[in-house]
């Protein structure tokens, strides 16, 4: 069992910045890689950004240039630093960390807030 917890969200104005944490515990071993999915009402959860135990990445298109990414699981800690938010990236952003043993286990934090008001 992986555990993850967050910590970073908050309220902020367009324009602004805010860093989002979550730490890994548990059995991490396994894990293979970490990153941070997003939901706001009525949408699905949406990958925001990710990052591989090798250190490459991915972005949701939205993103690109104002998120980063970085940590992961070597450091059992993964971070995501958020520039110049906009409204439409208000939203609970869950951690999320994989780990492949027989198969693929997908484990997520509780989530937390990110609200950006225009």
């Known amino acids: 069992q992986v555990q993850l917890v967050e910590s970073g969200g908050g309220l902020v104005q367009a324009g602004g910045s805010l860093r989002l944490s979550c730490a890994a515990s548990g059995s991490i071993s396994g894990i293979v890689g970490m990153g941070w999915y997003r939901q706001s009402p009525g949408k699905e959860r949406a990958l925001v950004a990710y990052i591989r135990s090798g250190g490459t990445t991915t972005y949701a298109d939205s993103v690109k240039g104002r998120f980063t990414i970085s940590g992961g699981s070597a450091k059992n800690t993964v971070y995501l630093q958020m520039n110049n938010l906009k409204p439409e990236d208000s939203a609970v952003y869950y951690c999320?960390?994989?780990?492949?043993?027989?198969?693929?286990?997908?484990?997520w934090g509780q989530g937390t807030q990110v609200t950006v008001s225009s």
């Open positions: 999320n960390a994989r780990e492949l043993g027989a198969y693929l286990i997908n484990y």
